[in-house]
């Protein structure tokens, strides 16, 4: 049994007593490894949340950068216009349904140009053209002969005279229908026809997205032709 001195009175006390027999003052009470233990732990958690959340209200350290000066863009050359509209006029030739191609004119030995859509139905007309039939519609530039608008049938006869001439009728998009003049083939060939005034007309398909053409055709009556004429370069 040790002995230590009351805190109150100072005098000798058990360290088993459960006051002082002199003065009736308990010891303290002594704390617990446990106590600790928890204590620390506690201390630690709480200074962990207190760093967290002064780090993320803090706002981040920038580094200002200062704008560098562009450089000027040097201009087209002719050559580099021309490169970047014939790439430019390819991809809008692309996305449609317009079939693009040229020849050499064998007499004067300059391009002649053609641009033709067709239309995605098929007709089927009697003997001896039965089977099925395609149209299309067709702009040609050409070096002597100028610029002409023309439908074709595979095969059949488009009644229209190459001197007496004849009509059509044509719708563009949803505008009302209206007749044109057109006349057949000089050589005779009854699958073509002629449409007049091309340069005119050509201008709003150029605006156009469908164009509908009723032409007449032999032993067959009137047929409709539709094409998806969007996109046109020309």
Known sequence: MALKDCKECGKPVSTEAAACPSCGAKP??????????????????????????????????RIATPDLPQAATPPLTQAEHK????????????????????????????????????????????????????????????????????????????????????????????????????????DYDSTILFINQPKKLIAEIKKSKIVRIKATVYNNGDQIMTFNTDGLVW
């Open 28 to 61: 303290p009470k002594s704390t617990s490894i446990m106590t600790w233990i928890i204590g620390i732990f506690m201390v630690a958690v709480i200074g962990s949340y207190i760093d967290r959340n002064n780090s993320s209200s803090s706002p981040a350290l």
């Open 83 to 186: 490169k970047f509209e014939a790439k430019r006029a390819a991809d809008e030739a692309a996305k449609t349904d317009w079939v693009y191609s040229k020849n050499d004119d064998a007499m004067s030995g300059k391009v002649v140009r053609f641009a033709q859509v067709t239309d995605p139905t098929s007709f089927h007309f009697s003997f001896p053209y039965n089977g099925k039939n395609h149209a299309t519609l067709n702009i040609r530039e050409h070096p002597k002969h100028g610029t002409d608008l023309y439908i074709k049938i595979d095969k059949g006869q488009l009644i229209c005279s190459a001197g007496g001439g004849c009509n059509v009728s044509i719708r563009i998009d949803d505008k009302p229908a209206r007749t044109y003049a057109a006349s057949g083939a000089a």
